[in-house]
């Protein structure tokens, strides 16, 4: 068990530009979180996965972010036409259905957008 | 509305010089609070769950209990090392587990 895995660990872009962000949870975990968390704020919930199926989105999340896992895996957050307020960083978390010992994250992915 | 609240924002102590940390909650339904470690650039930690009111955790110089409205973490005899951002967070189980993070408390103890 390596933990939950991100990629890239930074990422700097141009303002327009499009960026995707792989997130590996740990294997036997089914579900997977995505959160947003800026300089001095605790991590905010982005969206959530429950095996393959999304199954909530924040009103954070706007058009521009999409997010997949296929097959229950891997999952990716795609940021299409980067604006300098989605400069953050990315977190992703794993859990088991009823888990008692919380959730557990990433190193995260820090973007920059520049 | 939900939401989780914790104060101070930032913390100074001498090394040795114990405290305490808050976070309180307005959550429907409390099923649980946990407890995180956050150090510069990295994902958060999990130090501890609570489940209900009067319970306690401990964890060398940290101890956790939890009330009807708020959690405290304790430091006792803090050492450099425990400089860090500790979070809290409460999972919302009518939305899938997701959790509702408070804006952390920085905690800086110098030797």
């Known amino acids: 068990d390596t933990g939950v895995s991100q990629n890239p660990r930074h990422k700097i872009t141009k303002r327009g530009q499009n960026v995707t962000f792989r997130c590996d949870p740990i294997?036997?975990?089914?579900?997977l979180y995505w959160y947003r968390q800026t300089l001095g704020q605790g991590p905010e919930f982005l969206t959530y996965f429950q095996n393959e199926a999304q199954l909530e989105k924040s009103r954070l999340l706007s058009d521009r972010f999409s997010a997949e896992r296929p097959k229950g895996s891997f999952s990716t957050l795609e940021i299409q036409r980067t604006e300098q307020g989605d400069s953050a960083m990315y977190l992703c978390?794993?859990?088991?259905?009823?888990?008692?010992?919380?959730?557990?994250f990433g190193s995260g992915t820090r973007l920059t957008v520049v | 509305e939900d939401q989780v609240t914790q104060s101070p924002e930032a913390l100074r102590l001498q090394e040795g010089e114990s405290s305490s940390l808050n976070c309180s909650y307005t959550v429907s339904g409390l099923r649980g609070l946990f407890w995180y470690r956050q150090d510069p650039g990295k994902g958060p930690e999990f130090l501890f769950t609570?489940?209900?009111a009067g319970e306690e955790k401990e964890k060398e110089r940290l101890k956790a209990t939890l009330t009807k409205k708020e959690s405290f973490l304790h430091i006792t005899a803090p050492k450099p090392e425990d400089s860090a951002t500790y979070l809290c967070?409460?999972?919302?189980?009518?939305?899938?587990?997701?959790?509702?993070f408070g804006q952390g408390t920085e905690l800086s103890v110098k030797p």
């Open positions: 294997s036997e975990h089914n579900r």
């Open positions: 967070a409460v999972p919302i189980y009518n939305q899938g587990g997701k959790l509702i």
């Open positions: 609570l489940y209900s």
């Open positions: 978390a794993s859990s088991r259905d009823g888990s008692n010992y919380g959730y557990t």
